[in-house]
């Protein structure tokens, strides 16, 4: 899952993306008086959605809505284990290759029937469309592996996969009605608005402004239907203005407040105010393509080693992030079964000694009249760091990361531009080294993969970092069914990346978020240490209600 990137499969989008100037304002809920004693929440966020339709869809924010609207085959529960949704339930043979779900009986919101036919046709166009469009690349990675899909009547479906498939029940593709998007090519649904955004979801789509997504509850859903009965997402143009708006209640909930807003809310009786694990991490992408555009000196791992060292992770974490998450090492935050934890004797924390001898052992001894250090050509070690401008944390980390780099003789010179523009830069190798983010899935195949060479056509490797070993296991984990083996796997090639740092870890932040405890109720923080929002569950959003 993606913090900011715009080539990403789904999860890699959890945490959010390009940011938007538009203000708003709104009224909060009003414990449900005129709502059928549900309630009318507003949810304050500061990214706009992006778009409509699921398939070109690039955002965080647009996977959160999709997925009240739309319905997947399974859905989580608190502890991130898989529960009927569409599938009521399911089978998989001995040999682990073939799958049946058997279907609940559902309708769209247009009053057609679901079928079968409706998760073959999502499915297989995501699988086999125009592999230029990269139609619905938010999602299609959950869908690897699979060799044909059968639909032997209306209530089943059988799919069969080349090997055994590990993430099966891990998919969070939003199955789309056939009867809506059969009829156009793959060329006119990337061009497609979808402007009815018809699911079979809990929530209903409403409507859509510049600073607005206004959803209604599905009275009729196949399930029991959410205790809201109507949920607004509003687009603030700053994180402060809409703390400033959650604290007087014009709004009720927000899902992404800055950290170092936190203690100005914590004490208010009103509110309660969370930092939760986000599976996730904000690294630094260092450029080691062979043919890229990047200071070729960064290939050299004695360098990015160096920097390693030079970085206080720790510092930064009490600064920048109100002291919440835990410093950064490998892919799966601390809280993930899969995370990998480097021993002692190989961890990279904190040491400027450590990085001095590093550069020393490389050969890199000689040095300017600044104190930079050079390499036996004459080149410096001077490199280009570029973060992201309205991300406070981020640039502050940087100029941190320069500070402690020049400490050690590595000039950083630090730049700042905006997402869009590092997204051009990052897609084209033209850069020495970046601070961005991924989310982390509760599988760990997407991740894993933005690291395989395939990955670098398609802009997902930034690093442009190769290695067949790597790739191997990656392919080999997504077939495992005994978890533990597979867990060892999914840690070995986490090791094989943290010991040549392609990407630096910097930390696992978390998500600040917070609603109006005066006025509602049922709010759960899923899993215990997670989130209420951006967790893939709908379960607050199915849950709250107005006091």
């Known amino acids: ?187 006119e649904l990337a061009e497609w608005d979808n402007p009815e955004c018809i699911g079979t979801g809990p929530f209903k789509f409403m409507k859509k402004n510049e600073t607005s997504v206004f959803l209604e509850r599905n009275d009729d ?90 970085t206080d992770k720790q510092k930064a974490k009490e600064m920048f992030y109100d002291d919440a998450g835990e410093t950064g090492t490998s892919f799966m935050s601390p809280t993930d079964k899969f995370h990998y934890a480097p021993p002692a004797d190989i961890l990279r924390d904190y040491d400027l000694e450590k990085a001095k001898a590093v550069l020393d052992e490389a050969g890199y001894t000689k040095t300017d009249a600044n104190g930079i250090r050079e390499s036996a050509d004459g080149d410096k070690l001077s490199f280009d760091l570029i973060c992201i401008a309205d991300n406070t944390q981020e640039v502050k980390f940087g100029q941190l990361i320069k500070s402690g780099c020049e400490e050690v003789g590595i000039e950083i010179n630090l730049e700042t531009m905006d997402s869009g523009a590092l997204i051009d830069a990052a897609g084209a190798y033209d850069y020495d080294m970046f601070i961005w983010g991924w989310g982390t899935d509760v599988d760990p195949t997407i991740i894993l993969g933005i690291l395989t060479e395939d990955a670098i056509e398609t802009g997902f490797n930034e690093p442009g970092w190769v290695n067949p070993e790597y790739d191997a296991l990656v392919a080999k984990q997504a077939t495992l069914m005994d978890e533990e083996e597979r867990i060892k796997m999914v840690q070995d090639a986490q090791a094989m990346v943290y010991e040549d740092a392609p990407y630096i870890i910097l930390i696992y932040d978390n998500f600040t978020q917070g609603y109006r405890s005066d006025k509602w109720e049922g709010f759960k923080q899923i899993p215990d240490d997670g989130t209420y929002f951006y967790n893939m569950t709908a379960i607050n959003y199915m849950n709250v209600v107005a006091k």
């Open 221 to 310: 859903y196949f399930m029991d239907p959410p205790k809201l009965e109507n949920l607004t997402f509003v687009l603030y143009k700053s994180a402060d203005s809409m703390a400033q708006a959650l604290k007087t209640g014009e709004i009720d909930a927000t899902v992404d407040i800055n950290p170092d807003q936190k203690p100005a809310l914590v004490d208010n009786k009103d509110l309660q105010i969370i930092s939760g694990d986000a599976r996730g991490f904000t690294q630094i992408a260092v450029n080691v393509l062979e043919d890229g555009n990047g200071n070729p000196l960064l290939r050299d791992q004695a360098i990015r080693y160096a920097i390693e060292y030079a």
């Open 1 to 187: 899952m993606r913090k900011m990137k715009k080539l990403v499969p789904i999860l890699l989008c959890i945490i959010l993306a390009l940011s938007f100037s538009l203000g708003a304002t709104a009224c909060g809920g009003d414990g449900g008086a005129d709502a059928g004693g549900g309630g009318h929440m507003v949810l304050g966020v500061t990214k706009a959605m992006d778009t409509l339709n699921p398939l070109v869809s690039e955002l965080g924010i647009s996977f959160e809505i999709f997925s009240l609207i739309y319905d997947t085959l399974i859905r989580f529960d608190e502890d991130m284990e898989a529960v009927p949704c569409l599938a009521e339930s399911w089978e998989v043979t001995d040999d682990q290759l073939t799958w049946t779900f058997h279907l609940a009986e559902a309708n769209w919101h247009d009053g057609e029937p679901f079928t079968s036919n409706d998760v073959k046709w999502t499915y297989d166009l995501m699988i086999n469309g125009d592999e230029d469009l990269y139609l619905g690349y938010m999602y299609a990675d959950y869908l690897g592996g699979i060799e044909s899909i059968e639909c032997p009547d209306d209530r089943t479906l059988v799919i069969k996969t080349e090997e055994p498939k590990a993430n099966m029940l891990q998919s969070q593709v939003p199955i789309l009605p056939e009867h809506l998007f059969s009829d156009k090519s793959d060329e």
